[in-house]
C-alpha cells in the first residue's frame, strides 16, 4: 500500500490467525517503523497513527460481507493496524 504523501507498513497480515502471530506482526511492524517508517509511513508519529486508527476502524470497508466486517479477529486487528500506518 503506497501514497503520495505516504507508504503503510509493508508488514504482511494475511497469515495472522493467533495472537501470538499477532505479537509477532506488531514486533515486525514496529521493525519496519525503526529502520524508515518513522519518515515513510503516512502517519509516522503517534497522533496521526491513532487518528488513522480510528479513521480506518470507522470507514471499514473490505469485500467481505457486513457481518463478516464485524467479526473481530487477530488477522482484522493486524489489518486495522496496517491500514492505519499509511490512511489519510
Not at 508519529?45 to 464485524?70: C, I, K
Amino acid at each position: 500500500m503506497s501514497y503520495e504523501t505516504g507508504r503503510a507498513t509493508d508488514v504482511d497480515p494475511s497469515n495472522v490467525e493467533t495472537r501470538d502471530d499477532f505479537a509477532r506482526f506488531l514486533l515486525a511492524v514496529l521493525a519496519d517503523f525503526q529502520s524508515t517508517g518513522g519518515v515513510e509511513w503516512e502517519n509516522g508519529t503517534l497522533d496521526r497513527f491513532f487518528d488513522g486508527l480510528s479513521a480506518v476502524t470507522d470507514a471499514r470497508v473490505v469485500q467481505a460481507p457486513q457481518a463478516d466486517q464485524e467479526q473481530a479477529s487477530w488477522r482484522l486487528f493486524a489489518e486495522i493496524v496496517r491500514a492505519a500506518t499509511g490512511y489519510e
